[in-house]
């Protein structure tokens, strides 16, 4: 089985027999939620239990690797905003106004996230 990863959904790929052809033909054969791992019905009809516990597996796999991804952001994230304040001087002006609308956005989300967690 093979997966495609599309927006927060994963394609199930599966390769099916083509008679005619003689070889194998990869087939579209649902798709799993990357955030719940949710199964859709056309999934859930078409693979077996040993496949929906490959699928489960490989979402949990996921799922880790995203929380080490944003870990990783999380950790880099002081000097990414040194990086971006050293390069805001010579940004377009436009862009520079729309991005920091957006940064300073997001600062008061994480502000209101560390106050409501007592980290500051």
Do not use: C, Y
């Not at 859709?40 to 991804?69: P, T």
């Amino acid at each position: 089985m093979h997966f495609r990863i599309r927006g927060n959904n994963v394609q199930l790929i599966k390769s099916v027999l083509n008679e005619d052809a003689g070889r194998t033909k990869p087939t579209l054969v649902g798709s799993a939620n990357l955030l719940t791992g949710h199964l859709n019905e056309k999934a859930e009809a078409a693979l077996s239990d040993e496949e929906k516990a490959l699928v489960a597996k490989w979402l949990e796999r996921r799922q880790i690797l995203n929380r080490k991804k944003a870990e990783v952001e999380i950790l880099s994230l002081a000097e990414t905003m040194t990086a971006a304040a050293k390069l805001l001087p010579d940004m377009d002006e436009d862009l520079g106004r729309e991005v920091v609308a957006e940064v300073l956005l997001a600062a008061q989300d994480f502000r209101r996230v560390a106050r409501k967690h007592q980290l500051m």
